[in-house]
T-cell receptor
Framework: AQSVTQLGSHVSVSEGALVLLRCNYS??????LFWYVQYPNQGLQLLLK??????LVKGINGFEAEFKKSETSFHLTKPSAHMSDAAEYFC??????????????FGTGTKLQVIP | EAGVTQFPSHSVIEKGQTVTLRCDPI?????LYWYRRVMGKEIKFLLH????????ESGMPNNRFLAERTGGTYSTLKVQPAELEDSGVYFC???????????FGPGTRLLVL
């Protein structure tokens, strides 16, 4: 069975500071990896995903994440936080065996607060 | 292009009542998924439709939950009778193919009193 652990249910950063949201997964084989974001009163939006190839993945709004197999991690970063980044972020995985997109397992989410 | 829509956005019902949630996927998307987030916990998979067929309903918590997708378009999720532990946010997602990115709706916030 797969699982996802997000360290820190709440993270606060100053505007302009580095954003680092941590995600570790547990899986018998490397899964597909995702980061989703949920802005207030909106649905989940895909930020970025890793399937194969380059382990550093760039997403929307300046976010990127690096897949580290040896550490079973997929941390999300952004060099400079903006007020509009305040949202809840979810790390997620899905198995590669079924095509990778059918049964997504989510972490518990991290709420990002950006302080002006 | 319209995104995934869900109705209602909020629902407050009493224990024992019935509630039906609706999801309209993106037009042309054959794959439709239901997920649920109980407060403070992770978002959990409930089930997956391909057109009108249930491909995977391993996440459905019990037989009080019934999902349908008549005609392979919109889907409903009925909870009957509702219990307190059913409270949470119910998300719907759709994708064109089973290997494609899932697009999520805004969710329905259900509160059972």
């Amino acid at each position: 069975a797969q699982s996802v652990t997000q360290l820190g249910s709440h993270v606060s950063v100053s505007e302009g500071a580095l954003v680092l949201l941590r995600c570790n997964y547990s899986s018998s084989v490397p899964p597909y990896l995702f980061w989703y974001v949920q802005y207030p009163n909106q649905g989940l939006q895909l930020l970025l995903k890793y399937t194969t190839g380059a382990t550093l993945v760039k997403g929307i709004n300046g976010f990127e994440a690096e897949f580290k197999k040896s550490e079973t991690s997929f941390h999300l970063t952004k060099p400079s936080a903006h007020m509009s980044d305040a949202a809840e972020y979810f790390c997620a995985v899905s198995p590669t065996s079924s095509g990778g997109y059918q049964k997504v397992t989510f972490g518990t989410g991290t709420k990002l607060q950006v302080i002006p | 292009e319209a995104g995934v829509t869900q109705f209602p956005s909020h629902s407050v019902i009493e224990k024992g009542q019935t509630v039906t949630l609706r999801c309209d996927p993106i037009s042309g998307h054959d794959n439709l998924y239901w997920y649920r987030r109980v407060m403070g916990k992770e978002i959990k998979f409930l089930l997956h439709f391909v057109k009108e067929s249930k491909q995977d309903e391993s996440g459905m918590p019990n037989n009080r939950f019934l999902a349908e997708r008549t005609g392979g378009t919109y889907s409903t999720l009925k909870v009957q009778p509702a219990e307190l532990e059913d409270s949470g946010v119910y998300f719907c997602a759709s994708s064109q193919g089973s290997r494609e990115t899932q697009y999520f709706g805004p969710g329905t916030r259900l509160l059972v009193l």
